[in-house]
């Protein structure tokens, strides 16, 4: 089935959100699929695609490229940079919970849900929130490692598994610290720390937009695995009288 509805998605942004599941379909079978969506009731479609549309205009829906998906990887057994360093402590729930929040809404700025202008601030930083939240109680993180200056966390990153490979999730530094190094002190940490649990692989995926995020994991010793365009579509307003 090429087309499901996101129940989770649907709940939290209070419409009918649907995900089109084949990545390579012809601009006919999208044009199909984006029609029986509006059939459902769809109101918001996602869409990752193998490449980039060059035009929307002729479709069901308005649709935007709020991505350029870039999946980064690295093998841990050859990676020379990695090391445990005295800066990063693992998160503790007697830490304040809102810095982790703070960090979290900073590493999204590129995201999608920040870029698309139909989603509300508020709903991105909503969303940004939840995650910090769960990933704090290690409902989807392994690990959180933090830096601290004082006793206020400056930078973060979740630590996970996707797939059986080791996977970076949320990595931020805060503005008034970076260009200090925090966020390649945190990568190398996590790189250590998943090979010492028996990973061989480690993922991350950022935007490509997001320049300083992709220079930082190439630091590290990543490579580029692949660059997805992503897709949101838009039921268009009403043109009745």
């Not at 980039?52 to 999946?71: F, Q």
């Not at 909503?126 to 200056?149: M, N, P, T």
Request: with cysteine; glycine share 6%; net charge neutral.
């Amino acid at each position: 089935m090429d087309i499901e509805k996101l129940e989770w998605d649907t709940d939290f942004f209070q419409t009918p959100v649907y995900r089109i599941s084949n990545p390579t379909l012809s601009k006919a079978h999208l044009q199909e699929q984006l029609s029986k969506a509006l059939k459902l009731g769809a109101s918001l479609v996602y869409w990752q695609s193998e490449k980039e549309l060059s035009e929307l205009d002729s479709l069901p829906m308005k649709g935007s490229l709020v991505d350029l998906k870039a999946t980064f990887i690295t093998n841990l057994a050859t990676t020379k940079g990695k090391r445990y360093s005295s800066l990063v402590e693992t998160y503790h729930p007697s830490m304040k919970v809102e810095e982790l929040i703070d960090l979290a809404v900073q590493s999204g700025e590129y995201s999608r849900f920040s870029v698309d202008p139909n989603i509300d601030l508020e709903k991105f930083h909503e969303l940004y929130s939840i995650w910090a939240r769960r990933s704090a109680v290690k409902e989807i993180a392994l690990e959180v490692f933090v830096i601290r200056s004082n006793t206020k966390i400056v930078a973060m990153l979740t630590a996970g598994t996707k797939n059986g490979i080791a996977d970076i999730g949320l990595l931020a530094v805060d503005s008034s610290v970076r260009g200090q190094g925090h966020g390649q002190t945190l990568v190398r940490h996590a790189q250590q720390w998943f090979q010492d649990r028996g990973f061989k692989q480690c993922q991350v995926v950022t935007q490509k937009n997001n320049l300083s995020a992709c220079g930082l994991y190439q630091k590290c010793e990543f490579q580029i695995q692949k660059i997805e365009p992503f897709y949101h579509f838009w039921k268009k307003p009403s043109t009745g009288a």
